[in-house]
């Protein structure tokens, strides 16, 4: 991801569109939708975000039968149709050493969710770790302001410590091919998102609230 000046509203755009894809299969409507976005934003020529943008485009000449080959791409990775070849898709199951799910990170998400005034809607039925809700998290934290350091912190615990297992896990059984592409997406815009921040002047600001 190509980070400008003054680009939080792109930041967070970008953060909500990966999560949005992750939470659950992308519609016939969604796919003409990005594909439209691939075409008409300057995203489209992103080294990060272009390839996956770009699929939408691929995708597009048949949404019907993309929504249907998507939906079960995905059932069979993250909603256990694929058995012993389904990812697990929450940080636990990566960072925990017998691979358990609702552990540390868990708790550490719900937290953060409560101090952001967010909450994972009744009827999405993942737990509060899960990579969807991480990234929209990561938006959010953009979008309210949070300091750099914060962020920063937050990328480096929540994304950037499991996003390259997860990705080779979703390179060792994903036959359709788009979500080890959208995972190993969020891989790299998480690594360029850090990079940026780790170099960005820190604001009067932020010194202030640090002191």
């Known amino acids: 991801m190509q980070i400008k000046q003054d680009t939080s509203a792109s930041r967070i755009v970008v953060y909500r569109l990966l999560s949005d894809l992750f939470a659950q299969p992308a519609t016939a409507a969604k796919i003409s939708q990005l594909a439209a976005v691939a075409v008409q934003e300057d995203l489209n020529d992103d080294p990060c975000i272009g390839p996956l943008l770009a699929r939408f485009q691929v995708f597009d000449k048949d949404p019907t039968l993309s929504e249907s080959d998507l939906a079960g791409a995905y059932a069979f990775l993250f909603l256990g149709a694929g058995g012993p070849q389904s990812v697990p898709s929450s940080q636990s199951s990566f960072v925990d050493p017998r691979g358990r799910v609702c552990q540390a990170p868990t708790a550490a998400m719900a937290q953060h969710l409560k101090d952001l005034n967010m909450h994972v809607a009744g009827t999405y039925r993942e737990p509060a770790d899960h990579i969807a809700v991480i990234l929209a998290v990561a938006a959010q934290l953009i979008a309210s302001g949070r300091p750099t350091a914060q962020q920063i912190e937050f990328l480096e615990d929540h994304l950037a410590a499991w996003l390259p297992e997860f990705g080779t896990a979703c390179a060792r059984s994903d036959q359709h091919g788009f979500y080890t592409l959208l995972a190993r997406t ?26």
């Open 186 to 211: 969020a891989e790299d815009v998480v690594a360029e998102d850090l990079k940026w921040l780790r170099t960005r002047p820190v604001r009067v600001k932020e010194e202030e609230e640090n002191v």
